[in-house]
C-alpha cells in the first residue's frame, strides 16, 4: 500500500494551517476530517454567535481573517475556511473519523477510520476538543427532573427566557452565558474556584505570558488547562447588562449535591432551579492515539522545546498542533508551521527499513 509521508488528522484552525505549511514544503499528505462540512468546531457553534460576540478568530497563513460582523460564526468561519481549502488546494477527505493510530513493526504508522486505513512516515493530531466535552460528575445528577445542556448543546439564550438557570463554571463561556441569559431568566452561578477577573487590558504580553503558563504543564507532561483558563475573565459591552443585574456578583462555591428540582449547597440550604447549563469545558480529543503510547506518567503528552514546540518527546513522528498552549486561533496558526517543520525534520532522519 502507498505509503504517505504525512496524515493530517482534523481540518480546524490548526489542521488547515498545518496542511497549508506541508503544501508549501512540497510533502504528499492527506489530511482527514470527521465533519461532513468544512469549518472544524466552529461549525458546530449556537448560532446566537455572532463575529462580534467571539474572543476574535485569528486569520489563516496567507488569508484574511473573518470580519467583525453581526454574522454568525457558524456560517463566517465554515465559509472562510471553506473558501481556504479551495483556494490552496488542501488535500482534505471528509468524512472520516479516525478511531485509532498504530504503529506497525517497519516503523510505518497506520491510521485507521472504520476498515478504511492510511500508511504514513509521520502524523500531525489537529482534532482539538469540541468532540470531548468535560461534565464533572456530582451526586444525584441522573434525578435532576429539569433539562441540562452542556456548552456543546447550547441552545442560545431564548431557551432560558423566564426560567430559573443555574450556570456551571469559571470560564469565558460561563461569563458568556450568563451575559446573554441574566438579562432574561434568573441566574444563579457556580463555580469551583473563585473567578479571577482582569481588570488591565489583555495586551500582547499578558496573552504571552497566560500562553507560557500552558507551556510550563506541557513541558512536564502533565494534561494542559485551556489558555483561556488562565488569561483571566474580562467583561465586554454584551456582558454589562448582566453585570448591572448582579448576575457575576452573586457567584457560589459548588453545591454538594443535585435534587430532582434543584441543588443543594454545602451549608445545607436547597436551590430550586428548572435547568442546569454545563459551562464546564472541554478536553483534547487524543483516545484515537493511545496505541502510540504518548502520555506521560504525569497524564498529558509532552512536547518538545519545554513545551513550545509541536513535537511529541514520546516519538518524533507524532505532531500535536491546537493542543495545549496552541489551543486558541492564533496559536494554532503558528503551531501549524512548526508541525509541517517537525514533519520536515522527522522525515529527513528517519531510518530507512532495510530492503
Ligand atoms: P477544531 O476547530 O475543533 O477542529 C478539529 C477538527 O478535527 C474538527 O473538524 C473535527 O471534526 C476533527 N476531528 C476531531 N476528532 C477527529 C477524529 N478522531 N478523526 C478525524 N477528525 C477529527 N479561540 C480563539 O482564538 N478565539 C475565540 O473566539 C474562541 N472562541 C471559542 C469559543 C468556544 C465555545 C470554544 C469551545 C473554544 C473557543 N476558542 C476560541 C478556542 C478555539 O475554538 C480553538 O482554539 C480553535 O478553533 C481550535 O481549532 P482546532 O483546529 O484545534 O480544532
Same mark, same amino acid.
Given at each position: 500500500?502507498?505509503?504517505?509521508?504525512?496524515?493530517?488528522?482534523?481540518?480546524?484552525q490548526a489542521?488547515?494551517?498545518? $496542511?497549508?505549511?506541508?503544501?508549501r514544503l512540497?510533502?504528499r499528505?492527506?489530511?482527514?476530517?470527521?465533519?461532513?462540512? @468544512?469549518?472544524?468546531?466552529?461549525?458546530?457553534?449556537?448560532?446566537?454567535?455572532?463575529?462580534r460576540?467571539?474572543?476574535?478568530?485569528?486569520?489563516?497563513?496567507?488569508?484574511?481573517?473573518p470580519?467583525?460582523?453581526?454574522e454568525?460564526?457558524?456560517?463566517a468561519?465554515?465559509?472562510?475556511?471553506?473558501?481556504y481549502?479551495?483556494?490552496h488546494?488542501?488535500?482534505?477527505?471528509?468524512?472520516?473519523?479516525?478511531?485509532?493510530?498504530?504503529?506497525?513493526?517497519?516503523? !510505518?504508522?497506520?491510521?485507521?477510520?472504520?476498515?478504511?486505513?492510511?500508511?504514513?512516515r509521520?502524523?500531525?493530531?489537529?482534532t482539538?476538543t469540541?468532540?470531548?466535552?468535560?461534565?464533572?460528575?456530582?451526586?444525584?445528577?441522573?434525578?435532576?427532573?429539569?433539562?441540562?445542556?452542556?456548552?456543546?448543546?447550547?441552545p442560545?439564550?431564548?431557551? #432560558?427566557?423566564?426560567?430559573?438557570?443555574?450556570?456551571?463554571?469559571?470560564?469565558?463561556?460561563?461569563?458568556?452565558?450568563?451575559g446573554? !441569559?441574566a438579562? !432574561?431568566?434568573?441566574?444563579?452561578?457556580?463555580?469551583?474556584?473563585?473567578?479571577?477577573?482582569?481588570?488591565?487590558? #489583555?495586551?500582547?504580553?499578558?496573552?504571552?505570558?497566560?500562553?507560557?503558563l500552558?507551556?510550563?504543564?506541557v513541558?512536564q507532561?502533565?494534561? @494542559?488547562?485551556?489558555?483561556? $483558563?488562565?488569561?483571566?475573565?474580562?467583561?465586554?459591552?454584551?456582558?454589562?447588562?448582566?453585570?448591572?443585574?448582579?448576575?457575576?456578583?452573586d457567584?457560589? @462555591?459548588?453545591?454538594e449535591?443535585?435534587?430532582?428540582?434543584?441543588?443543594?449547597?454545602?451549608?445545607?440550604?436547597?436551590?430550586?432551579?428548572?435547568? %442546569?447549563?454545563?459551562?464546564?469545558?472541554?478536553r483534547?480529543? %487524543?483516545?484515537?492515539?493511545?496505541?502510540?503510547?504518548?502520555?506521560?506518567?504525569a497524564?498529558? %503528552?509532552?512536547?518538545?522545546?519545554?513545551?513550545?514546540?509541536?513535537?511529541?518527546?514520546?516519538?518524533?513522528? %507524532?505532531?500535536?498542533v491546537?493542543?495545549?498552549?496552541?489551543?486558541?486561533? !492564533?496559536?494554532?496558526n503558528?503551531a501549524?508551521?512548526?508541525?509541517?517543520?517537525?514533519?520536515?525534520?522527522?522525515?529527513?532522519t528517519?531510518?530507512?527499513?532495510?530492503?
Open positions: 500500500m502507498d505509503i504517505l509521508d504525512s496524515v493530517v488528522i482534523g481540518a480546524g489542521g488547515l494551517s498545518a $496542511s497549508y505549511h506541508l503544501t512540497g510533502i499528505h492527506v489530511v482527514l476530517d470527521a465533519d461532513d462540512r @468544512p469549518g472544524g468546531a466552529w461549525q458546530h457553534r449556537w448560532d446566537a454567535l455572532t463575529m460576540d467571539v474572543h476574535g478568530v485569528a486569520e489563516l497563513p496567507d488569508d484574511a481573517a470580519p467583525r460582523d453581526d454568525r460564526a457558524n456560517v468561519v465554515p465559509a472562510t475556511f471553506a473558501a481549502e479551495r483556494a488546494g488542501l488535500p482534505v477527505v471528509r468524512p472520516v473519523r479516525v478511531d485509532r493510530a498504530t504503529d506497525d513493526d517497519d516503523g !510505518i504508522l497506520v491510521v485507521h477510520a472504520g476498515d478504511r486505513e492510511w500508511r504514513t509521520t502524523i500531525v493530531n489537529a482539538g469540541w468532540t470531548h466535552p468535560f461534565l464533572p460528575h456530582y451526586p444525584g445528577m441522573e434525578t435532576f427532573l429539569g433539562d441540562q445542556f452542556h456548552t456543546v448543546d447550547y442560545g439564550p431564548e431557551y #432560558f427566557r423566564g426560567k430559573r438557570v443555574l450556570v456551571v463554571g469559571g470560564g469565558a463561556s460561563a461569563v458568556q452565558f450568563l446573554a !441569559i438579562p !432574561i431568566a434568573e441566574t444563579v452561578w457556580a463555580t469551583r474556584r473563585e473567578p479571577v477577573w482582569r481588570t488591565d487590558d #489583555f495586551t500582547p504580553e499578558a496573552g504571552a505570558a497566560a500562553v507560557a500552558v507551556e510550563q504543564r513541558a507532561g502533565l494534561p @494542559p488547562e485551556s489558555v483561556v $483558563s488562565v488569561t483571566g475573565l474580562m467583561l465586554r459591552e454584551q456582558e454589562r447588562e448582566a453585570e448591572r443585574l448582579g448576575a457575576y456578583a457567584r457560589r @462555591p459548588m453545591f449535591r443535585i435534587e430532582p428540582d434543584g441543588v443543594r449547597w454545602a451549608d445545607g440550604t436547597f436551590e430550586r432551579v428548572d435547568v %442546569i447549563l454545563w459551562a464546564t469545558g472541554f483534547p480529543a %487524543i483516545a484515537h492515539l493511545a496505541p502510540l503510547h504518548l502520555r506521560s506518567a497524564g498529558g %503528552i509532552q512536547l518538545d522545546r519545554n513545551g513550545r514546540g509541536t513535537t511529541a518527546v514520546a516519538d518524533p513522528r %507524532i505532531q500535536l491546537g493542543y495545549g498552549p496552541s489551543a486558541s486561533t !492564533i496559536g494554532a503558528r501549524g508551521r512548526a508541525a509541517a517543520k517537525g514533519v520536515q525534520r522527522s522525515l529527513a528517519r531510518t530507512v527499513p532495510a530492503p
